[in-house]
């Protein structure tokens, strides 16, 4: 079902998707879906790994896939590299559609979605178009100037790793992303963790989570 509907998803595709039957995704998959947010150089993909490597999760990063989908000779490379180099925010319709994608491939039905949604457009696009949201929402709370710090001794080639884009993605972090965080605590959703410390202790915060997801999963 869902491989059917993500061939129709490349069809119908559009900025704005209001009606009901454009949803596609039935809510029926059995998925555990944890998005993982916080600014850049919170520490993320590095507690992602952790978490993969515990607990069995698939990790889909949205910046990951941008930044493949640049190298792949796609129609929206050179956009998404001016709007990562900006540090802003790739239309919802691209992420979602490379989102999508991994979702539907392999036998995996736990998500871990690192640095989505970035903006509340984000999110509204992926409840649409999946009918879904998340089953719950880590957040990695960190001083501004750690994530500076981090980011700019990351040494991984990034185009948007310097100090010029990393003061716009900190405005857009709290301009667009900080909302959505919100949204997902009154919701009740939000585990925050305190991101500052080693990368075990800050592990030792987020283990609990999901032990306490398996542990659901078994007794249910
Ligand atoms: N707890 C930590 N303390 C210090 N450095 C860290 C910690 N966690 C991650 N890092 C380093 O900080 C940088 C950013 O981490 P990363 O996981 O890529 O963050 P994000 O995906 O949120 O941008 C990397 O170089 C990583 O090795
Ligand atoms: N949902 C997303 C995620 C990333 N991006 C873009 O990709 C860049 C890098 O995202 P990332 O998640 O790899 O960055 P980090 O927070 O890991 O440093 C962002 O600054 C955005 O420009 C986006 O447009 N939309
Ligand atoms: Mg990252």
């Given at each position: 079902?869902?491989?059917?509907?993500?061939?129709?998803?490349?069809?119908?595709?559009?900025?704005?998707?209001?009606?009901?039957?454009?949803?596609?995704?039935?809510?029926?998959?059995?998925?555990?879906?944890?998005f993982?947010l916080g600014g850049?150089?919170?520490?993320?993909?590095?507690?992602?790994?952790?978490?993969?490597?515990?607990?069995?999760?698939?990790?889909?990063?949205?910046?990951?896939?941008?930044?493949?989908?640049?190298?792949?000779?796609?129609?929206?490379?050179?956009?998404?590299?001016?709007?990562?180099?900006?540090?802003k925010i790739?239309?919802s319709?691209?992420?979602?559609?490379?989102?999508?994608?991994?979702?539907?491939?392999?036998?995996?039905?736990?998500?871990?979605?690192?640095g989505f949604p970035r903006s509340e457009e984000n999110r509204i696009a992926f409840e649409?178009?999946?009918?879904?949201e998340p089953?719950?929402v880590?957040f990695f709370d960190?001083?501004?100037?750690?994530?500076?710090?981090?980011?700019?001794?990351?040494?991984?080639?990034?185009?948007?790793?310097?100090?010029?884009?990393?003061?716009?993605r900190l405005k857009v972090f709290e301009s667009l992303n900080l909302p959505v965080i919100d949204y997902y605590a009154k919701k009740g959703k939000l585990?925050r963790?305190?991101?500052?410390?080693?990368?075990?202790?800050?592990?030792?915060?987020?283990?609990?989570?999901?032990?306490?997801?398996?542990?659901?999963?078994?007794?249910?």
């Amino acid at each position: 079902m869902l491989r059917r509907t993500i061939a129709s998803l490349k069809s119908s595709i559009s900025l704005h998707i209001t009606e009901e039957k454009d949803r596609i995704c039935p809510k029926h998959i059995d998925s555990v879906i944890t998005f993982v947010l916080g600014g850049p150089g919170s520490g993320k993909g590095t507690q992602c790994a952790k978490i993969v490597e515990t607990f069995g999760f698939k990790h889909l990063s949205a910046g990951d896939l941008l930044r493949k989908e640049i190298v792949s000779d796609s129609e929206y490379g050179s956009m998404i590299l001016d709007t990562i180099r900006e540090g802003k925010i790739v239309p919802s319709e691209v992420t979602v559609k490379l989102i999508l994608r991994e979702l539907e491939s392999g036998d995996n039905h736990k998500f871990l979605i690192d640095g989505f949604p970035r903006s509340e457009e984000n999110r509204i696009a992926f409840e649409h178009i999946t009918g879904s949201e998340p089953n719950f929402v880590l957040f990695f709370d960190c001083p501004e100037e750690e994530m500076v710090k981090r980011v700019l001794s990351r040494n991984q080639g990034r185009i948007d790793d310097n100090i010029d884009t990393i003061k716009k993605r900190l405005k857009v972090f709290e301009s667009l992303n900080l909302p959505v965080i919100d949204y997902y605590a009154k919701k009740g959703k939000l585990h925050r963790i305190n991101a500052v410390g080693t990368e075990d202790e800050i592990f030792e915060q987020v283990r609990p989570v999901f032990a306490a997801c398996e542990k659901k999963a078994t007794i249910t």
